[in-house]
């Protein structure tokens, strides 16, 4: 077996690389092309992690697909061009990894781990130098139970501008 020696950024992508839907119901889901808009905060983002030599994974959850509101094959299509579009920027994602399932309790349904499990095994990765973004905390969660080395929560809602986690963490230069 080879070491785990790569790292990645695992990335979400409802919210982080795609823009929410704002309906509710069926309608909170991309379920055609033309829902689907990429952030384009995200591409220099991910062209610089690729440039420092980490593996780009998406994980993300997609219990419209269990819900009857999208098939397997809408969701390949989708992802076909999602990954095309980042392609024309230069971006190469390793892959996306999704998880059908409505129950809480799947093994793969994030806040479970089961996705970057897979991803692990596949590309020997070393969890501990990789990165997790995401936009909820089931995604952090997710993170946090593999053992990433980074979880990064992206919250355009939030209200102060940093939160950090130890005051050690404030880099008044920086700032
Ligand atoms: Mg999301």
Redesign the pocket.
């Known amino acids: 077996m080879k070491n785990a020696c790569n790292k990645a950024v695992f990335i979400?992508?409802?919210?982080?690389i795609t823009i929410?839907p704002t309906g509710k119901g069926k309608n909170q889901y991309i379920r055609s092309l033309s829902e689907m808009k990429i952030q384009m905060e995200i591409v220099p983002l991910l062209q610089t992690f690729q440039r420092l030599g980490y593996k780009l994974i998406v994980v993300?959850?997609q219990a419209c697909i269990g819900k009857g509101y999208l098939s397997h094959r809408q969701f390949a299509t989708l992802t076909r061009y999602m990954v095309a579009e980042l392609r024309r920027k230069g971006i190469r994602i390793a892959n996306v990894y999704y998880c059908s399932s409505c129950n809480p309790h799947h093994p793969c349904r994030k806040p479970n781990p089961g996705m970057l499990w897979r991803a692990k095994q596949r590309y020997h990765i070393d969890l501990q130098k990789s990165i997790l973004i995401?936009?909820?905390l089931r995604?952090i969660e997710a993170g946090k139970r593999a053992g990433i080395g980074r979880t990064i929560l992206y919250d355009s809602n939030a209200m102060p501008d940093i939160t950090v986690k130890k005051l050690s963490y404030i880099q008044p230069e920086n700032l």
């Open positions: 979400d992508r409802d919210g982080v929410e993300t959850n995401g936009n909820q995604d």
